[in-house]
């Protein structure tokens, strides 16, 4: 297949105004009548073309005369119409097979054919198996869906857009219709059919409009959907107060399945959730996955404005939308959460899954210029560095400027599909600000290195900082640009305290940021009193790699020190790093007696928060330890990772860490506050130092926490202790969270997880095991990403076995998927990223295992891309 390029881009030659959708549902088979009223570009003389994949065509006509095989051809997923002029209406009726349609693109079954119920998930490119389309974001058209079924077998019928009467019909059917006033591209249309059950609240917008939210699950985690509809109300309010957005339909629905590909859709009116994102109880979600709920009804409630009343005009503009709602999210998520916290989670994430895709062959810009399979541009690069570039731009221009932007942004482009040029233009004009200098970010691919040097000068009381970047060569772009790189800085004194920053004459606050937008640069800041310690990039304020010849004794200082919660986490991280490396003689060997030292003092300290303190006592992740490496030997990373955490505990002591332990044991309910989260939170963090140095007293009083555990919180952070240190008592809360949780497939997915991440050798036996398991199914995305997704993507030292045979069953695994549902299959073979960087041994295997699997005879469009761009 020849890739789609961003500079091929045309407009649409034929768009759509109204569409009338009439759907007959039915388990196996489902017709679909649409009659489509045409508008052509006077400017564009091309024939009629519309999308469709693997539609089965029964009757199509032309205003209103059936056409003859001569007016129309349906070959390799297009339909060519003869005839067609400006206002034409085309009518098609076409069958579609939901229960056969295991890939979970277009119109689907969700659960056993005989309970299960029937949904669409139409983005990117699914409404072209629901009907034929001109399936691109830039044709926006107003819906008229009309749903016709059974009554007894499909109670509950749900579009998109407003209610516009429902009736019985003959036969024991029904109808419902829906009609949405806002023109939207097709991948916003959604449809959902089955035995639901609901919980609804009023909700009255800010500019006046009564709503309804409906949450729908199946019946027996109806009671689950309560903390996802508060989540619901708390981020309308929050997006009307802090961008002046307003919900505009009568009714916003949101329903729960357990087979999706992504974590949620946001249908215009009609949401569409992975059951992990939206059910949620103290029972059977963990403190994290209550946070993760949260943050995803935000998400999606946000693209209501962000991508669906401003959408895009094309996939390589994915970013415009997501990258922006992820920005809104973290926001949002901040405000309602700990700030700090949610900037050192969101960061680490970007580190765990975009610096390895930027770094590897799999890197590409957040706008990409070019694509063969738009399924696989769903990636870290688009969402998480998106949203940090838009970070950026909203730094730049401060609080009030971002908002008069946003504001201008949605005027100019409601209801119509822009651009990333059209967004920074209108953030740019409403401040009088060029903000081009910043589309460079979006084209060029890889994490820039910014290099800081700092001179001090005793004599001039001056302090000269150097800061240099340097982006590497990355497939298709080997040379890179200078780009715009915010770094908010302070400085520190030998005593902790910030120092006032005189810099051009000026004298600002304590906390300054200057823009690098040259190879070099050289900032003088004067009347420094004495040497002092810099504190870079605060918060975050760029996407790059900050290299800076810091001693322990620098960051040891700026970890007691740092008011900026994120920038002491971070010289924590940093300090873990040089302890790391000195645990095999390469650099400071002062640096381990630094860090435990420094985390010493922390753990006393009674100021800090105790999540805060959970997380400073967390090194780096084995994948960012591998990052920093040329020739990454996984086993080893990993015994040097636990080796170093092992001198922590050590340092705190076994009392100390029993002492605290025993301080922060939790009532007898889940409360799920700030504080009692955080608590439980170092409450497993210490439990793990513990495990280090007495290991019998850790794992029995594990074993107690489980049996004892009020929530999933405190149950699995005990379970997941027993099994990863393959504990005497491990089989046995394996076996009482089987049967606890038997009719519970969340919960099941965590007890496939817990035991995919063992580390080591011995984790391979236990996912072969699992494989067979009866409730394990490649069919359900849910389920393979736990056992498969965690196997290969979370845990290097069981995956990358040196004798290559996680490679190969891994592989086996994939080629399997595949055949059902190619979308998850290539997602998860991005676990291959980075093979080129293993030691020769494994790079050997893995290579020989990837030129095997892309050999292989029928793999999807979306599996042979990935593997393809791999192996270059
Ligand atoms: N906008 C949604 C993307 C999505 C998706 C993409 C491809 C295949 C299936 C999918 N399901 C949802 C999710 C979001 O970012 O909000
Ligand atoms: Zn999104």
């Known amino acids: 297949v020849s890739p789609i390029r961003l500079s091929d881009y045309r407009r649409p030659a034929w768009t759509v105004d109204t569409v009338e959708l009439d759907v007959d549902l039915e388990i196996d088979t489902t017709e679909i009548t649409s009659r489509l009223s045409l508008r052509r570009d006077p400017a564009q003389s091309l024939p009629l073309r519309l999308d469709g994949e693997n539609l089965e065509l029964l009757a199509i006509s032309l205003d209103g005369r059936p056409l003859d095989a001569a007016d129309y051809r349906y070959e390799n997923s297009v339909l060519d119409v003869v005839g067609a002029h400006d206002g034409s209406m085309l009518e098609t009726r076409v069958r579609v097979r939901p229960s056969a349609n295991t890939a979970l693109e277009g119109l689907y079954l969700s659960g056993p054919r005989e309970t299960g119920f029937l949904l669409t998930q139409c983005e990117a490119e699914g409404f072209r198996h629901i009907t034929f389309f001109p399936d691109r974001p830039d044709v926006l058209a107003r819906y008229t869906v009309t749903l016709r079924a059974e009554q007894a077998r499909f109670p509950v019928l749900l579009a998109g857009g407003n209610p516009d009467g429902a009736g019985e019909l003959a036969d024991g059917r029904h109808w419902a219709r829906f009609v949405d006033p806002y023109p939207k591209p097709s991948y916003l249309f959604a449809l959902v059919a089955g035995r639901l059950e609901s919980i609804r609240r009023d909700y009255v917008t800010a500019d006046g409009r009564k709503v309804e939210l409906v949450m729908w699950s199946e019946a027996n985690v109806i009671d689950r959907c309560h903390y996802a509809l508060d989540a619901l109300e708390r981020s309308m309010r929050w997006d009307e107060r802090a961008y002046g957005r307003n919900y505009d339909l009568d009714v916003f629905h949101v329903v729960a399945t357990h087979d999706f590909n992504m974590g949620a859709m946001e249908n215009k009116g009609l949401n569409v959730f992975n059951a992990k994102y939206l059910l949620a109880d103290p029972d059977s979600s963990t403190d994290e996955e209550y946070r993760a709920v949260e943050a995803v009804v935000a998400h999606e409630y946000f693209h209501n404005w962000t991508g669906n009343r401003v959408t895009c005009r094309d996939w390589f503009q994915l970013s415009l939308k997501e990258g922006l709602t992820v920005f809104r999210e973290q926001q949002f998520s901040a405000d309602m959460n700990s700030a700090p916290l949610k900037r050192i989670e969101d960061v680490s994430l970007l580190r765990r899954t975009?610096?390895?895709?930027?770094?590897?062959?799999?890197?590409?810009?957040?706008?990409?210029?070019?694509?063969?399979?738009?399924?696989?541009?769903?990636?870290?690069?688009?969402?998480?560095?998106?949203?940090?570039?838009?970070?950026?731009?909203?730094?730049?221009?401060?609080?009030?400027?971002?908002?008069?932007?946003?504001?201008?942004?949605?005027?100019?482009?409601?209801?119509?599909?822009?651009?990333?040029?059209?967004?920074?233009?209108?953030?740019?004009?409403?401040?009088?600000?060029?903000?081009?200098?910043?589309?460079?970010?979006?084209?060029?691919?890889?994490?820039?290195?910014?290099?800081?040097?700092?001179?001090?000068?005793?004599?001039?009381?001056?302090?000269?900082?150097?800061?240099?970047?340097?982006?590497?060569?990355?497939?298709?772009?080997?040379?890179?640009?200078?780009?715009?790189?915010?770094?908010?800085?302070?400085?520190?004194?030998?005593?902790?305290?910030?120092?006032?920053?005189?810099?051009?004459?000026?004298?600002?606050?304590?906390?300054?940021?200057?823009?690098?937008?040259?190879?070099?640069?050289?900032?003088?800041?004067?009347?420094?009193?004495?040497?002092?310690?810099?504190?870079?990039?605060?918060?975050?304020?760029?996407?790059?790699?900050?290299?800076?010849?810091?001693?322990?004794?620098?960051?040891?200082?700026?970890?007691?020190?740092?008011?900026?919660?994120?920038?002491?986490?971070?010289?924590?991280?940093?300090?873990?790093?040089?302890?790391?490396?000195?645990?095999?003689?390469?650099?400071?060997?002062?640096?381990?007696?630094?860090?435990?030292?420094?985390?010493?003092?922390?753990?006393?300290?009674?100021?800090?928060?105790?999540?805060?303190?959970?997380?400073?006592?967390?090194?780096?992740?084995?994948?960012?330890?591998?990052?920093?490496?040329?020739?990454?030997?996984?086993?080893?990373?990993?015994?040097?990772?636990?080796?170093?955490?092992?001198?922590?505990?050590?340092?705190?002591?076994?009392?100390?860490?029993?002492?605290?332990?025993?301080?922060?044991?939790?009532?007898?309910?889940?409360?799920?506050?700030?504080?009692?989260?955080?608590?439980?939170?170092?409450?497993?963090?210490?439990?793990?130092?513990?495990?280090?140095?007495?290991?019998?007293?850790?794992?029995?009083?594990?074993?107690?926490?489980?049996?004892?555990?009020?929530?999933?919180?405190?149950?699995?952070?005990?379970?997941?202790?027993?099994?990863?240190?393959?504990?005497?008592?491990?089989?046995?809360?394996?076996?009482?969270?089987?049967?606890?949780?038997?009719?519970?497939?969340?919960?099941?997915?965590?007890?496939?997880?817990?035991?995919?991440?063992?580390?080591?050798?011995?984790?391979?036996?236990?996912?072969?095991?699992?494989?067979?398991?009866?409730?394990?199914?490649?069919?359900?995305?849910?389920?393979?990403?736990?056992?498969?997704?965690?196997?290969?993507?979370?845990?290097?030292?069981?995956?990358?076995?040196?004798?290559?045979?996680?490679?190969?069953?891994?592989?086996?695994?994939?080629?399997?998927?595949?055949?059902?549902?190619?979308?998850?299959?290539?997602?998860?073979?991005?676990?291959?990223?980075?093979?080129?960087?293993?030691?020769?041994?494994?790079?050997?295997?893995?290579?020989?295992?990837?030129?095997?699997?892309?050999?292989?005879?029928?793999?999807?469009?979306?599996?042979?891309?990935?593997?393809?761009?791999?192996?270059?």
């Open 354 to 872: 975009q610096f390895p895709e930027d770094a590897g062959p799999l890197a590409h810009p957040v706008r990409p210029a070019e694509y063969r399979e738009i399924n696989n541009f769903y990636t870290a690069t688009v969402y998480e560095k998106g949203s940090e570039l838009v970070r950026m731009l909203a730094g730049h221009l401060g609080q009030d400027g971002f908002r008069r932007g946003t504001d201008l942004y949605f005027d100019r482009h409601d209801g119509h599909a822009a651009t990333i040029e059209d967004f920074l233009a209108a953030l740019g004009d409403a401040n009088h600000i060029d903000l081009k200098p910043y589309l460079a970010w979006y084209a060029q691919s890889g994490t820039p290195r910014l290099h800081a040097r700092g001179e001090y000068d005793a004599a001039r009381r001056e302090y000269t900082l150097t800061l240099s970047q340097l982006t590497r060569a990355t497939p298709g772009q080997p040379e890179k640009l200078p780009l715009p790189i915010p770094v908010k800085l302070a400085l520190f004194d030998q005593h902790g305290r910030m120092l006032p920053l005189h810099l051009d004459g000026q004298t600002v606050e304590t906390e300054k940021v200057v823009v690098v937008d040259k190879a070099s640069q050289r900032f003088v800041l004067r009347d420094v009193p004495s040497h002092p310690v810099p504190s870079l990039l605060r918060g975050f304020s760029a996407p790059v790699v900050l290299e800076c010849d810091y001693t322990p004794t620098e960051l040891a200082l700026l970890l007691a020190h740092d008011a900026d919660g994120f920038n002491r986490w971070e010289a924590g991280q940093q300090l873990a790093a040089l302890a790391f490396d000195s645990l095999h003689g390469a650099g400071h060997s002062a640096a381990c007696k630094a860090w435990c030292d420094a985390l010493a003092a922390s753990f006393e300290n009674p100021a800090i928060d105790d999540a805060l303190l959970a997380d400073l006592l967390t090194p780096p992740g084995e994948i960012e330890f591998a990052d920093r490496q040329s020739e990454v030997d996984p086993a080893k990373i990993h015994a040097q990772r636990q080796e170093l955490q092992r001198r922590l505990a050590q340092r705190l002591g076994a009392n100390a860490l029993l002492d605290r332990y025993n301080m922060l044991s939790s009532g007898s309910e889940v409360q799920l506050d700030a504080a009692s989260q955080a608590k439980r939170r170092l409450k497993r963090r210490v439990l793990e130092l513990l495990a280090l140095v007495d290991t019998d007293q850790a794992h029995a009083l594990a074993a107690r926490q489980y049996e004892t555990a009020a929530g999933m919180t405190d149950r699995l952070a005990a379970l997941g202790l027993l099994v990863r240190d393959r504990a005497p008592q491990a089989a046995a809360v394996l076996a009482d969270f089987r049967r606890r949780y038997a009719d519970n497939p969340l919960a099941l997915d965590k007890w496939f997880a817990e035991q995919a991440k063992v580390p080591g050798e011995p984790a391979l036996a236990n996912v072969m095991q699992l494989e067979s398991d009866p409730a394990f199914t490649l069919k359900n995305p849910n389920r393979a990403r736990s056992l498969l997704g965690n196997f290969a993507s979370a845990n290097p030292s069981g995956f990358h076995r040196a004798d290559g045979l996680g490679y190969r069953f891994f592989a086996e695994q994939l080629a399997e998927l595949d055949a059902l549902n190619p979308q998850i299959a290539a997602r998860l073979a991005t676990a291959f990223n980075g093979w080129q960087r293993l030691e020769p041994v494994r790079r050997e295997a893995a290579h020989t295992t990837l030129q095997g699997l892309a050999g292989r005879e029928g793999l999807s469009r979306n599996l042979s891309e990935i593997i393809g761009n791999v192996l270059q």
